[in-house]
């Protein structure tokens, strides 16, 4: 792919390629699915070349992705917290009494992961890993898409902290997301993060509209009206 196709091609098209190629999804569903016009997914998918497509051809560097990605929403957890947040669970003295400080702890000393939709474009996780064989080695977080009981592998990102968070650009409104973690030396699994949608990027469609009866609820709503004032 040159320089100049680079900068017209979004980064998510890598996630629609591996969907075609490896979960042979055709692009007639891909376009269906992710709301994406086959002309545009056929303009995306002619720049790029067939190679060995596996876990690695998704795996993304959130710090050199492209703002087209997720609409120029780019933020980091090392720009919004203090460094202290970033230290490892066991560089952190455990507190026993909480009364006895006025700051929350750094690490709670066991192993956990959440994570929160924030836009249609991104999600949040948050986590604390207590594993020594992952101190030099750092962490895999692999996303999943859990969109209509599918588990879809989205995408993996790298991070060398074993206490911290992430914004992470899925790029895709309106899909179930969940979050696994695992160690980057053996790719053992560690933990799971609970499942989140990400919000609509466009109003409802008129087939959800139609589900309600708006007529007979403005008259009921006027009837109930009416009888309150008749009463006064």
Do not use: C
């Amino acid at each position: 792919m040159n320089e100049k196709t680079k900068k017209t091609t979004p980064e998510i098209v890598k996630i629609l390629w591996y969907r075609h190629k490896v979960d042979k999804w055709p692009i007639k569903k891909i376009s269906e699915v992710y709301n994406i016009s086959k002309s545009t997914i056929y303009r995306w998918f002619k720049n790029i070349k067939d190679e060995n497509i596996n876990e690695d051809y998704i795996r993304f560097d959130i710090e050199k992705m492209g703002s087209d990605f997720f609409q120029d929403y780019v933020y980091f957890g090392e720009n919004l917290l203090p460094r202290e947040y970033f230290k490892s669970s066991f560089e952190v003295e455990p507190i026993s009494d909480l009364t006895k400080t006025n700051e929350l702890p750094s690490a709670y000393g066991f192993n956990y992961a959440f994570a929160l939709p924030l836009d249609p474009y991104r999600i949040f996780i948050y986590w604390e890993i207590r594993d020594p064989d992952s101190e030099d080695s750092g962490i895999v977080i692999k996303v999943f898409d859990n969109t209509d009981n599918d588990v879809l592998l989205h995408m993996v990102l790298n991070s060398k902290y074993l206490v911290s968070n992430m914004y992470i650009p899925v790029g895709i409104p309106d899909r179930v997301y969940f979050a696994e973690i695992y160690r980057q030396k053996d790719n053992a699994f560690l933990v799971r993060t609970n499942r989140v949608r990400t919000p609509r990027n466009s109003p409802a469609s008129m087939e959800i509209m139609n589900m309600y009866n708006w007529y007979n609820i403005d008259q009921t709503m006027f009837s109930i009206s009416s009888f309150i004032i008749n009463k006064l």
